[in-house]
């Protein structure tokens, strides 16, 4: 008879730390907290995977409640017994929470160098997709957005339908993404899809962090009522949790919006508001703040914690994460559509050809490459047609170019070609070979009817000139080619 009673005891914990975590991602940390720690004997005496997986709860709950010394502790100690039991899972848990509260205190590098470690521990496992997003939440406070986005396509392409809050988190931060480049209106439609997945999720605290991006944007885009409306939402659910941020960030906004009323009493209410969260959240760390020694120790150990992870099982993973980093980073250059460098990788890779140029006294040309009534072809055959025209040039150009040169989509259907070594006179005999060959492309293959051709401007870098310059006199010679008919290559000398 003692076996049933211990599954009956197995399964009653379950679901009792079940409840508790289903609290503390609610944002409802102060109601989860007694019983962790009241479950927390119990846990370790049943298994050390137990134990952890309380551990790591509890620290979760702490960090929801400000408490980031108690935090940091508990998910320590979790980190600990991950290396004596080598439980892979409960590591990448311990790193990615880390660094999901070194990334709530504005400590991106910290933060990032800890979801790295993760990322290279979760590869393979359920848990990469969560590390793929912190990674794109690191990335972004990095100022890395072309890399923060090829994370987060990472992750999208891995999700599925039965994980609303990893999915809404995903929203969010490719709404953070285009926010970021002044597309309001994407950015807007990103974050309430993420807000229909928290409300799914039941994550008040999801809700309320979605409600204040939406009022954020709505006063971007100088949106009075819509954007009270969404700050007063974000501040009715932020009053149902015991972390003080979200109604902080909601009272300091809603400030702002009256105070551009001249409603100045509601301002100066509002900002009192803010004002007394602000110093509770700053008695919080002083309460909970540990010693630069203490700190030091607790970084000491985590660090000692990687090598030794690095040591019993997870060399490959981090070979293979360090792969994936790469092909990451490479995928941040290379256009989504046709494969080639896109216009970052140009912009950053033209000063150092340039440099080399002037070093050496070699010449340097430049192509620019442009579709002839490129818009023509997406209304008549549509934009698809136009995507497989856009594919097909790409790859003619880069059959014609030699291992030195480089290409790149400059824009929507224009493409540079960098031709380092070559003077005028080649750069035009290249570009009449493409656009010959363009030309003379079976087009109709594609789809009947079809036909294209391109104009190319080119320009020899000369003597002082700058990339801007090169760029211009070359975006001059291809306005001379379609000025004189399209379908042509026009040169630009400029000295």
């Known amino acids: 008879m003692p076996r049933p009673r211990l599954a009956s005891a197995d399964t009653s914990l379950d679901a009792q730390l079940a409840q508790a975590a289903a609290l503390v991602a609610k944002g409802q940390a102060a109601s989860a907290l007694p019983t962790l720690r009241r479950l927390l004997s119990a846990a370790r005496r049943r298994d050390a995977a137990s134990g952890m997986r309380t551990l790591l709860l509890i620290g979760r709950a702490h960090a929801v409640l400000g408490a980031w010394n108690e935090a940091i502790a508990h998910w320590a100690r979790a980190l600990e017994l991950a290396l004596a039991e080598q439980d892979r899972d409960a590591c990448i848990e311990g790193w990615l929470s880390l ?270 490459i442009d579709f002839d009534h490129f818009k023509q072809v997406n209304d008549r055959y549509s934009h698809a047609v136009g995507d497989m025209v856009l594919r097909a040039g790409a790859t003619l150009f880069r059959d014609e170019r030699r291992s030195v040169d480089l290409l790149a989509r400059y824009g929507g259907e224009e493409f540079a070609l960098l031709l380092p070594g070559a003077d005028l006179a080649r750069a035009r005999e290249a570009a009449e070979r493409l656009r010959e060959r363009v030309e003379h492309f079976q087009w109709s293959t594609l789809e009947p009817g079809l036909t294209v051709t391109v104009s190319v401007g080119c320009a020899e870098l000369g003597p002082g000139d700058s990339a801007d310059i090169l760029f211009s006199r070359a975006d001059l010679a291809l306005y001379m080619a379609k000025r004189n008919g399209r379908n042509r290559v026009s040169v630009e000398s400029g000295f």
């Open 99 to 368: 660094g999901e509260l070194y990334l709530e205190h504005d400590d991106a590098a910290h933060g990032y160098e800890c979801i790295e470690l993760a990322c290279s521990l979760a590869q393979g496992t359920p848990a990469a997709m969560r590390a793929h997003i912190d990674l794109a939440a690191a990335l972004i406070a990095l100022g890395d957005p072309d890399l923060a986005r090829a994370a987060l396509d990472v992750a999208r392409d891995a999700l599925v339908a039965d994980q609303p809050g990893l999915r809404a988190r995903l929203q969010q931060l490719y709404g953070t993404l285009a926010e970021a480049t002044g597309d309001l209106a994407a950015a807007r439609r990103h974050v309430e899809s993420a807000l229909a997945l928290q409300v799914e999720a039941r994550s008040t605290a999801g809700q309320a962090q979605c409600q204040l991006a939406l009022g954020r944007l709505a006063l971007a885009a100088g949106e009075d009522v819509p954007a009270e409306q969404a700050l007063l939402a974000a501040l009715r659910l932020s009053e149902q949790l015991s972390a003080p941020q979200p109604g902080r960030d909601a009272h300091l906004a809603l400030s702002g919006l009256y105070e551009g009323r001249g409603d100045y009493v509601a301002a100066t209410r509002h900002y009192a508001e803010y004002y007394q969260r602000q110093l509770r959240i700053a008695g919080q760390r002083r309460r909970s703040a540990v010693s630069n020694q203490r700190l030091a120790h607790i970084e000491m150990r985590l660090k000692l914690l990687t090598s030794e992870i690095e040591l019993w099982q997870l060399r490959e993973e981090s070979d293979a994460g360090r792969v994936r980093m790469r092909e990451l980073q490479e995928a941040a250059y290379r256009d989504a559509l046709t494969g080639v460098y896109n216009r970052r990788a140009l912009n950053e890779r033209l000063p150092e050809l340039l440099a080399e140029a002037e070093n050496r006294q070699q010449s340097l040309s430049l192509l620019l």
